[in-house]
């Protein structure tokens, strides 16, 4: 789906199989954010194919956060020259306390090491600059990347249209998914792209989803 002319997102529609949306920005450095499941990446694929672009196109892969459905799919671009990177301090839980988790799934979390590490502030590749936000709640290293220049948050399983991501996982927080959900409440937003469910296009649509979320969802986390 074109969102923009260097915005495409990869939204995964089936009702029966979990996996992750998928975005990928065409700009200076080509980026994927959370490529998903290894076994379902074939629509990541077939997204990029319509595009005439293949895995080894791409720059960098940026995952929300490391649970499977959002990072199992990383591997696949090992003999490509894409970097990929997390938050350190995903990384560190995913990687020690996370790991039984990820073990279970099983994922040997050793072969997904991070090229490098994205933390809070600006992350610059190559004329590209995307906010980084940590959001934890959902898993203590989530982030939520925003590109001011189209507008966009990348909001992982954060927040979602007319939902809330779950925190009952091992590292969820429903205090801190909430605090971190109102930290973004006043950015200049045009498109909210969520790790699951529609995408909402609109300021005034994101707005009212940020107000519905707090006044309904807020009370069950």
Same mark, same amino acid.
């Not at 293949?54 to 020259?81: G, Q, R, Y």
């Not at 940590?134 to 909001?155: C, E, I, R, Y």
């Given at each position: 789906?074109k969102?923009?002319?260097? !915005?495409?997102?990869?939204?995964?529609?089936?009702?029966?199989?979990?996996n &992750?949306?998928?975005?990928?920005i =065409? /700009?200076?450095?080509?980026?994927?954010?959370?490529?998903g499941h290894?076994?379902?990446?074939e629509?990541v694929?077939?997204?990029?194919?319509?595009?005439?672009?293949?895995i080894?196109?791409?720059?960098?892969?940026? &995952?929300?956060?490391?649970?499977?459905?959002?990072?199992?799919a990383?591997p696949?671009?090992?003999?490509t020259?894409?970097?990929?990177?997390?938050?350190?301090?995903?990384?560190?839980?995913?990687?020690?306390i996370?790991?039984?988790?990820?073990?279970?799934?099983g994922?040997?979390i050793?072969?997904?090491?991070?090229d490098f590490f994205?933390?809070?502030?600006? !992350?610059?590749?190559? /004329?590209?600059?995307l906010?980084i936000?940590?959001?934890p709640?959902?898993?203590?290293?989530?982030?939520?990347?925003?590109?001011?220049?189209?507008?966009?948050?990348?909001?992982?399983d954060?927040?979602?249209?007319?939902?809330?991501g779950?925190?009952?996982?091992p590292?969820g927080? /429903?205090?801190?998914?909430?605090?971190?959900?109102? /930290?973004l409440?006043?950015? =200049?937003?045009?498109w909210?792209?969520?790790?699951?469910g529609d995408?909402?296009?609109?300021?005034?649509k994101?707005n009212?989803?940020?107000?519905?979320?707090?006044?309904?969802?807020?009370?069950?986390v």
């Amino acid at each position: 789906m074109k969102l923009t002319d260097n !915005l495409h997102a990869f939204i995964w529609q089936s009702t029966t199989t979990n996996n &992750c949306n998928a975005y990928f920005i =065409d /700009g200076p450095s080509r980026v994927l954010i959370d490529p998903g499941h290894r076994a379902q990446f074939e629509h990541v694929q077939r997204g990029l194919e319509h595009l005439d672009l293949s895995i080894n196109d791409i720059d960098v892969v940026i &995952c929300t956060h490391a649970h499977p459905d959002h990072l199992e799919a990383v591997p696949l671009f090992k003999d490509t020259p894409t970097l990929f990177t997390l938050h350190e301090t995903e990384w560190q839980w995913v990687a020690t306390i996370g790991k039984q988790m990820s073990a279970a799934f099983g994922i040997d979390i050793d072969d997904f090491r991070p090229d490098f590490f994205i933390k809070e502030g600006t !992350l610059s590749l190559n /004329g590209l600059e995307l906010d980084i936000i940590h959001t934890p709640g959902h898993s203590p290293g989530s982030v939520t990347l925003h590109w001011p220049l189209q507008k966009a948050l990348f909001t992982g399983d954060l927040i979602f249209k007319e939902g809330v991501g779950r925190t009952d996982l091992p590292g969820g927080d /429903g205090s801190k998914l909430k605090q971190s959900i109102k /930290g973004l409440k006043n950015l =200049d937003v045009e498109w909210l792209l969520s790790g699951h469910g529609d995408v909402i296009s609109g300021a005034e649509k994101v707005n009212k989803n940020f107000d519905d979320v707090e006044s309904f969802y807020f009370a069950y986390v």
